[in-house]
């Protein structure tokens, strides 16, 4: 399989900064792991747009996949309680 290209949105950065230190460091590494398997074990597709969800921790991780790209675009990262509030 392909290794994916990983894009990820400048508003994501943003979200990081607010979060503690130990839980972005992680929050990376599983970011890092979608090169590798855009579709982990775990994942989920949101019905009403074609994102996927992963978690981390009480994080999520909301991201798009472009398989005729092999592109993986991070969209957002956030609590699971704020995360899918617009």
């Given at each position: 399989m392909a290794r994916y290209e990983l894009r990820i949105k400048a508003s994501v950065a943003k979200d990081l900064r607010e979060l503690p230190k130990a839980d972005v460091r992680r929050i990376v590494e599983r970011i890092e792991c979608l090169r590798d398997e855009p579709r982990p074990f775990g994942c989920e597709k949101l019905s009403a747009l074609e994102r996927y969800r992963i978690r981390q921790g009480n994080y999520r991780i909301i991201y798009e996949i472009f398989d005729a790209e092999i592109v993986v675009e991070v969209v957002k990262v956030g609590h699971r309680k704020?995360?899918?509030?617009?």
């Open positions: 704020d995360v899918y509030r617009d």
